[in-house]
C-alpha cells in the first residue's frame, strides 16, 4: 500500500475540513463554488454578482480542469490560492498581519503576562473592529491553509487559546487551526503539545526555505512579528495580507523595524470595510525604485 507524503496528508486534511464545514445540505450544482471556501460561497449564494461589476478569472480545479468565473475585485482576497497566483509546484508562504495604524501589531487580542510585566497595557485593539465581510474574509483566510509557521511565543498564545478552550476549538478558524500541520521555528520551545506539530530549531530561514521548495499548497504566518522579518529580509514571503485598524497605539512591537530590509510592493488588492479597516493585499516585487531629490 502506498505511503501518503506530508503534503498529501495536509491537503487531506484541507479537502476533509472544507466538506464537512459545508455539511450536506450544500449547493453541489456549480463547481466554481465547489472550489470556494465555506463563508465565500454563501456570501456568494446570498449576495449574487452585481452585473457590470465582475472580473473575469480562470480557475484550475485540483482535478486539472479549468473552471470559468467571476467575482468583484474586492473579494479577491477571498479566494482560494490556486486562483488568486499561477502554481509553480512549490509550496507559497503567506502572511495575514492585524496592525494599527502607526504599524503596531502586539496585543491585537489580549497582552500574555510577560508583555504586560513589560509595561505593554494597551491590548484588545483590534477586538470588534472588523465589519462582518472582514471576519469572513480571515475565516476563510485560515480554511485554505495547508499548514501553518509560528514563532515561540505566538504558538504558545494560540495553543493556550485556539488550542485549548473549546469555544475557540469549535470555531472554524479553530478546526483550521488544529487540524493542520504547525511548523514553529524556534530553539527555546520545551515540550510542545499542540500538534500536529514539526520543530524547526536552528536555522529557521534555511529549513523554511527548504521546506517552501519540496512541499506545495499554501502555508500561513499568524502573528510571529520577529518570524515575518527574518522571512522578509530572507525573500521568503510570496504575499502579505496588512489589516490596519484606524487607531494609533502609542506603544507595542511594530511589524516592520526602524532599520529593515527595503522592498517593493505590488499592490493584489486594496479596499476599506464598512468600519473603516483598510484590508490590503501586496506581493514582494524586488527593490524599490528610489528616486531622492538631493540638492546639488
Known sequence: MPVASDTDLMVMRRDSRIARNRGPTADRSSPMLDLLPFGLTMLLKQHG??????????MPSRKGRSVAATLLPF?????????????DGHMRLTTM????VDGVMQGNGHATPEELASG?????????????????????????????LFGRRTYEMFAETWGTRPEMRAHPIGVALNESQKYVASNSLQQPS?????LLPGDATAAIKELKE???????????????????????????????VPVLLGQGMRLFPDDGPAAALEVISSHTDARGVGVHVYRPAGQPELHPARPT
Do not use: K
Not at 214 to 239: F, N, P, W
Open 120 to 148: 505593554f497595557t494597551r491590548d484588545g485593539w483590534a477586538l470588534g473592529a472588523f465589519a462582518d465581510d472582514t471576519g469572513e474574509m480571515i475565516t476563510a483566510t485560515y480554511q485554505r491553509a495547508d499548514a501553518f
Open 214 to 244: 519540496s512541499s506545495s499548497g499554501e502555508i500561513q504566518v499568524h502573528g510571529s512579528a520577529t518570524l515575518i522579518r527574518s522571512l522578509l529580509a530572507a525573500g521568503l514571503i510570496d504575499e502579505l495580507t496588512l489589516l490596519v
Open 75 to 87: 473579494r479577491h482576497a477571498w479566494l482560494p490560492r490556486h486562483a488568486r497566483c499561477a502554481h
Open 194 to 198: 499542540w500538534g500536529p506539530l514539526t
Open 49 to 58: 454578482l452585481p452585473d457590470g461589476q465582475d472580473q473575469p478569472i480562470s
Open 97 to 100: 498581519t492585524q496592525i494599527t
